[in-house]
């Protein structure tokens, strides 16, 4: 029933807010792929300002609404006037978009969450990958703009976020901190 509510609210553009399994943060957005593997949105802020793009296993959606004043102010607020291009196949499965995702492109958000309920972010691109592990280069905030490497069990990331704002900039000041060190 959620796969079928989802793509009707595709079709329709619809703006809604989900919230995820381990995850304590509503997302708010349009849906763009949308599977029984994996559902891509395009999120905005309560601003409607572009905030990049969310991947997640559409099995761990554990609730979902739309349709209410907020949900039809944040649309009207909401820059239509660009198409934004998911940076990947839609019939992957979610765990293949982290891996294909993360090793194709420079940086991604990976929001993970261990059996203890603790949840982290983490910023950066997959090196490798076995099958069941991450090997990550990470980016550092912007106060520090170190490089580091984690090693991260792939069933514990339970979304991935690229092109956001934010890590856009943050990835723009790694690579000037690169160039002053050359």
């Given amino acids: 029933m959620l796969v079928k509510e989802l793509e009707s609210l595709k079709a329709a553009g619809e703006l809604i807010t989900l919230h995820l399994e381990g995850d304590e943060e509503a997302l708010t957005g349009i849906v763009h792929t949308v599977n029984n593997r994996v559902t891509a949105m395009i999120l905005f802020s309560d601003n409607g300002d572009y905030e990049g793009w969310t991947l997640l296993d559409t099995s761990s959606v554990t609730d979902l609404f739309w349709g209410n004043r907020e949900h039809r102010a944040i649309a009207r607020l909401i820059d239509t006037s660009f198409e934004r291009v998911l940076p990947m196949k839609s019939r992957m499965s ?89």
């Fill in 94 to 182: 979610f765990d293949h978009s982290v891996v294909e995702l993360g090793c194709r492109l420079e940086c991604i958000g990976m929001f993970t969450c261990a059996d203890e309920g603790d949840e982290h972010f983490t910023m950066g691109r997959v090196l490798e990958y076995d099958g069941h592990w991450l090997k990550v280069q990470t980016l550092g905030a912007k106060d520090t703009l170190s490089l580091g490497w984690k090693m991260i069990p792939r069933e514990n990331v339970v979304r991935i976020e690229v092109d956001s704002p934010y890590m856009n900039r943050l990835l723009m000041l790694h690579k000037a901190a690169g160039e002053e060190k050359i």
